[in-house]
């Protein structure tokens, strides 16, 4: 006999105790076996299932704390050589179970065999370069129904971080546009649908609104935040390989509305240079970046922190500024493209002129306003180099 065992743990006991409370008393997290297989769920609405192909196991499920559950699937009978036992971690966001005897089959070698081949002599290189792909892959999800997710995404972890986040998702296009073009514009496509009237792309987009309301306090499927605008760069990397016309034009209409939302709402002394409002905001969750402007006492519900106009962010939407111009030009919109143009440039001599530090040789973060350096040194300072924006002597310092 063969004893498979699996610990589902709580997905929020290293929170913040307020921060957890408040997901508790919002978010039920059941299980129950149905069977060969165990299905979990946010308040009734199925998200996960581990499922054993023999359908002869025998399952226990036992709930050892809040929110944690252990699960036993036992195997009893002859095992042949070489007989292999398949467990399969499926995905999915339904109101019933009855999606488990319709989930096609997904074959991980198949997967692989469209991974693009590399030339590597370290035999254990070339497989964590296959692993990673396979981590990759088997995270893509497919919410059948879903409100809010109508189009396949990849979570960064299946069981540990299941929703979608915005720049993970930028991330991720950018790999799967050497895997697969139409996944690569899929996994966009959830941000743009879910853009807010105002412009904003949302920073995550949850899988129901009792998880959002319950750490942000906001009855919507996202929170009131943005994350670093990668985006573009995925847009752009996908187009430099396919000129799909309806794609670009659905980017070029997200990505100015994006923009216009950061200029009106993260630029408080319309100065041209754009702070986070949050650390959250800002992807660098604990940085030492954000130590002494947090403030402590409002986690997650408001504002998170003083602004401050970041190096990262301004670069990433310089960046964002001339694929904006080159998708206008693509489309024949003259004008359109001069401008982000001439906006993009501005704000490259903003950069250059009020965030570099000719003591230090370095570019910091500034606060809004006052425009004083933060002085911490991070590495946030190389997204310089990446948008091209530092100048030639300040490149080489």
Known sequence: ??????????????????????????????????????????????????????????????????????????????LIPKEKFNVKVVYSFYENDTFLDEDKEWNMAKSLTNVPKISLKSEDLKKLYYFAWASLLSNRVTLKNHKALPYSFTMPSKLGYRHQWLWDSAFHSIVLSNYDIKLAKEELMNLFVNQKEDGRIPHEIFLTKEICKSIWGVDDYSPWTTQPPVIAVAVDRIISKEKDKKFIEIALGSLIKYDEWFRKFRDEDKDGLIAYHDPLESGWDNSKRWDAYVKKEKKYISEGMFPIEAVDLNSLIFVQRKVIGNLARLLGYKKLSEEYEDLSAQLKEKIVNIMWDDSKKFFFDVEDRTHNKTLVKTPAAFLTLFAKVATKEQANY
């Open 1 to 78: 006999s063969i004893l498979l065992k699996s610990v589902v743990s709580d997905p929020v006991k290293q929170w913040d105790p307020e921060v957890r409370d408040r997901f508790r008393n919002e978010v039920k997290i059941s299980c129950k076996g149905n069977k060969n297989s165990v299905l979990f769920s946010y308040n009734d609405n199925c998200f996960l299932s581990i499922k054993v192909f023999s359908e002869d196991a025998k399952i226990m499920v036992r709930q050892t704390q809040t929110n944690v559950f252990e699960v036993q699937f036992l195997l009893e009978g002859t």
